[in-house]
Nanobody, 123 residues
């Protein structure tokens, strides 16, 4: 069992940067695959990025590759999403998610979710 709390969202102009954090409770954070998803108004939740247990493997949605970086600090039980060169189409609620063994892009595969943090990018 793990509880997740996101932070770091806010309002930023296009071209700006934000770093999201997701702090986890529990003693087994390093045994979870972690991911970021986002959901814009009227749209389905979509995969953004994922990272494996050690941080040695990452994967991104095509439209954020080269702009976003996912990382984790297992000692701090935290996963991060560094977002650079933000665009208005990145506006959404961002969620972090955890899964014991699923390393995929579908939300249904993740067992634990945070409450979300709003990211708004103005043009």
């Amino acid at each position: 069992q793990v509880a997740l709390v996101e932070s770091g969202g806010g309002l930023v102009q296009a071209g700006g940067s934000l770093r999201l954090s997701c702090a986890a409770s529990g003693r087994t954070f390093s045994s979870y695959i972690m991911a970021w998803f986002r959901q814009a108004p009227g749209k389905e939740r979509e995969f953004v990025a994922k990272i494996n247990w050690s941080g040695g493997s990452t994967n991104y949605k095509a439209s954020v590759k080269g702009r976003f970086t996912i990382s984790r600090d297992n000692a701090k039980k935290t996963v991060y999403l560094q977002m650079n060169d933000l665009k208005p189409e990145d506006t959404a609620v961002y969620y972090c998610a955890a899964a014991p063994s699923y390393y995929g892009d579908y939300a249904v595969g993740y067992d634990f979710w945070g409450q979300g943090t709003q990211v708004t990018v103005s043009s």
